[in-house]
């Protein structure tokens, strides 16, 4: 029995429980099962109109000069994930997106970045829904009922295959945050953890896995998980986030990390519009 069966079968009896009668609990579970929980193996259609409506970047490219932006922002990251940069990267296939503060645009930047990715020819993305308490990548795709990263965290017997999910981008994978849980922040900073990552990055050399983190100055879940990322992006939003609240963010990543930042929100100099993209990139 997979993740999906066994998630149905838990709606089953919940169903149960309250005295419905069998034929109407199995109708319930059969459409909440349709309607909410992508199977790993069938793979998630994602909207790419919707997501075009909303701004982000899409296959199609139809917004032309966002495209661009994200094929700036991407060249760095490539090199160093797969060993053509300077100097070597420890882990450069594992790229983290954050922020200082909530609202910034981070989860816009990491659906984004993983999109542009996704369109290279010999590259495949697995983005990941870390942001447990506040997934609003699971949200934007329509996951929030999937099982996905705390499972695997908390049940060693759910493999990888389960909470990955493939969708209508041929090279991109998601991972949704999965079920909430109070132990979040130990989950995070355990044994575990760790040999899950060590695993995403390892098993397929062309492989990047983009995890879209919390905010680092509201919970601790971003500083545990930023201590396993090769590459940083942070994002910045233009004319709201303090120059003391970035260098308070910044001075918690470990300094030998590299680390892009990501001015989101930016006014263009070529339209008279409020772009949200990026408006600068640099490492340290």
């Known amino acids: 029995m997979n993740t999906i069966e066994k998630a149905v079968q838990r709606l089953k009896r919940a169903g149960l429980s309250k005295g419905e009668?069998?034929?109407?609990?199995?109708?319930?579970?059969?459409?909440?099962?349709?309607?909410?929980?992508?199977?790993?193996?069938?793979?998630?259609?994602?909207?790419?109109?919707?997501?075009?409506?909303?701004?982000?970047?899409?296959?199609?490219?139809?917004?032309?000069?966002?495209?661009?932006?994200?094929?700036?922002?991407?060249?760095?990251?490539?090199?160093?994930?797969?060993?053509?940069?300077?100097v070597p990267v420890e882990n450069g296939n594992v790229i983290m997106v954050s922020s200082a503060l909530p609202g910034e645009g981070k989860t816009f930047t990491a659906m984004n970045l993983a999109v542009s990715i996704a369109m290279e020819k010999d590259t495949t993305v697995l983005l990941i829904d870390s942001d447990v308490t506040k997934p609003a990548l699971s949200k934007l795709l329509n996951l929030e009922e999937n099982p996905g990263f705390t499972d695997i965290l908390t049940d060693p017997q759910i493999k990888l295959s389960d909470v990955m999910i493939r969708t209508n981008l041929k090279r991109l994978s998601v991972m949704p945050a999965g079920k909430g849980r109070s132990n979040s922040t130990e989950l995070l900073a355990s044994q575990r953890m760790q040999d899950i990552i060590n695993e995403l990055s390892s098993r397929y050399t062309d492989r990047i896995i983009i995890f879209d983190l919390p905010p680092i100055m509201v919970t601790t879940h971003a500083e545990v998980l930023l201590e396993s990322a090769g590459q940083i992006l942070l994002v910045i939003e233009e004319g709201k986030t303090p120059e003391h609240v970035v260098k308070e963010a910044i001075s918690k990543i470990n300094?030998?990390?590299?680390?892009?930042?990501?001015?989101?929100?930016?006014?263009?100099?070529?339209?008279?519009?409020y772009y949200g993209t990026y408006g600068s990139y640099g490492t340290q």
Do not use: M, W
């Not at 609990?25 to 994602?46: C, D, F, P, W």
């Not at 300094?255 to 100099?269: A, F, Q, R």
């Open 21 to 86: 009668p069998d034929e109407q609990v199995s109708a319930k579970s059969r459409a909440v099962s349709h309607q909410r929980l992508v199977n790993s193996k069938t793979g998630l259609e994602i909207d790419f109109q919707k997501l075009s409506d909303g701004g982000y970047l899409t296959p199609d490219r139809e917004n032309q000069l966002l495209t661009d932006e994200y094929r700036i922002i991407k060249r760095p990251l490539l090199k160093n994930a797969f060993g053509k940069g300077v």
């Open 255 to 273: 300094e030998d990390t590299v680390l892009g930042l990501v001015l989101n929100k930016c006014h263009s100099s070529q339209k008279s519009e």
